[in-house]
């Protein structure tokens, strides 16, 4: 018979806790932040900040991986509801004491300056920058409304409270350096942004060609060029040179009406890197991959569901009649650009609800067979799209058995979604390991997992993901 695991956390990991009380100010708060020390027992850190806002654990998404393991807890500082930007600052627990922490070096602004509500609302724009080119737009439009210094301010602030367990902090703050790019005018000299190191597809070999690179502005519609990058320069950095030296932009962007034709224009410029012609796989990639982006930018009035990568576009490749039946619905909606609202709207001036991407949590799971520290890991990133990943680790003198882990349909198919085998380790040694794969799997239907050793097999409870 077989032994049926249950998910280790079967309830949902953010949750909010009622206040304990907290410094009164920022300015405060940084200065009780500054005195945690890693060690500190929950206890501890309650009697310096009061009680967190929100509570993660290593199942909830945008968890840095280093805190796959069991029994993580995350409190968040300043947050505006589940999964918002702890304004803040944040604690790390790892089995009962401190392990991470941010909000604690360096000086809040001035509230004489910015006082908290308005620095709250611009540091939850400013986070919210990487979710999207509508996002990106809007935040850099507050900003701009703001001024020089407040934005300024605002965006150290950010750097200052952001922490390495928030979701764009492993980005490298790209979408910081977004930002900085669409708030100043390129400088004469050299005539473009400081370059963004290790993008796909790379950078063209004069960069005054598109000076904003990875973006690309057209028509006042940014366009990220680089479906991956590596580690800009440091973001802290590039904003004192900015303070210093650069010129703030003068006028809020102004996207064009009907977005849509931009792709055919940047397609058509000097600023287009899709390698090859249409119809080559790079090329037709990289034209999906912006052609998603502007269909996000519109997303409040032309509503269209990203799918398992990421893209709202279906198929591997661009397909042009797909787009352009796209673009004759968009035309027949006659939509205009709100500046007040900074969004799409219809004619009439309504507007679709702001798209409020769902947050799917995470299923972890140790493989006992192996050891306390593996853990098979399944999450949902769209509707129609799972992923999964298996970590395994493997210490000296503990040896394992070959294991397969599977992922399947809670009904009994022959053939699983998803599988990963682990070849037997004879305790000489140590190693660590981990595979990723993904698989089509519409949302509302349940999965079970698998874990084989030695021909024996447990089976996980069905869930949903």
């Not at 005539?191 to 963004?196: D, K, L, R, S």
């Not at 129609?384 to 394992?400: C, D, L, Q, R, S």
Request: aromatic fraction near 10%; charge should be neutral; proline fraction near 8%.
């Amino acid at each position: 018979m077989k032994t049926k695991w249950v998910l280790l956390f079967a309830l949902i990991a953010v949750i909010p806790i009622a206040h304990a009380k907290q410094p009164a100010t920022r300015a405060q708060f940084a200065q009780a932040m500054g005195r945690v020390k890693t060690g500190m027992t929950a206890g501890e850190v309650t009697a310096l900040l009061g009680k967190p806002d929100t509570v993660r654990t290593e199942r909830d998404p945008f968890v840095f991986d280093k805190y796959d393991s069991v029994g993580v807890k995350i409190w968040d500082y300043g947050t505006a509801g589940p999964h918002t930007f702890p304004a803040l600052g944040s604690v790390c627990f790892i089995e009962g004491t401190a392990r991470d922490f941010s909000g604690g070096d360096g000086t809040p602004p001035d509230v004489t300056l910015l006082n908290e509500a308005q620095l709250r609302n611009l540091l939850q724009l400013i986070d919210s920058a990487g979710d999207g080119t509508l996002q990106l737009v809007q935040a850099v439009n507050a900003l701009q409304a703001a001024g020089k210094e407040k934005a300024l301010a605002a965006i150290g602030e950010y750097l200052r409270v952001e922490s390495p367990l928030c979701k764009f902090a492993r980005g490298q703050d790209l979408h910081v350096m977004f930002l900085l790019r669409l708030l100043f005018d390129v400088p004469a000299d050299p005539g473009f942004m400081p370059p963004i190191v290790e993008t796909e597809p790379p950078a063209p070999p004069d960069l005054k060609i598109i000076p904003l690179f990875p973006l690309a502005l057209v028509d006042d519609v940014p366009l990220n060029l680089a479906f991956s990058a590596g580690r800009p320069l440091d973001a802290a950095v590039q904003l004192a040179s900015f303070r210093k030296n650069g010129t703030f932009r003068a006028h809020p962007l102004r996207p064009p009406d009907n977005p849509l034709p931009v792709l055919e224009k940047l397609e058509h410029s000097p600023q287009w890197i899709g390698a090859g012609k249409p119809g080559d796989y790079n090329y037709d990639f990289e034209k999906k991959f912006i052609a998603s982006q502007v269909l996000q930018l519109i997303n409040t009035t032309f509503r269209s569901e990203p799918h398992e990568d990421g893209f709202r576009l279906t198929g591997t490749f661009f397909d042009q009649k797909q787009w352009d039946a796209i673009a004759k619905k968009v035309a027949g909606l006659h939509i205009k650009w709100d500046p007040k609202k900074n969004i799409y709207a219809f004619a009439g001036g309504s507007s679709l609800p702001q798209e409020k991407p769902p947050v799917y949590m995470r299923q972890i799971w140790n493989v006992r067979a192996i050891g306390p520290d593996s853990k098979l890991i399944v999450w949902r990133t769209s509707s129609n799209w799972i992923m999964a990943k298996f970590i395994y680790f493997g210490h000296e003198g503990v040896p394992f058995a070959a294991t397969t882990v599977k992922v399947c349909r809670a009904r009994h198919d022959d053939k699983p979604l998803m599988h990963f085998d682990i070849a037997a380790f004879d305790g000489n040694g140590s190693l660590s390991s981990s595979g990723g794969s993904g698989a089509d799997f519409p949302a509302g239907e349940a999965l079970r997992a698998e874990f084989t050793t030695n021909g024996k097999t447990t089976t996980t409870e069905p869930f949903t993901p």
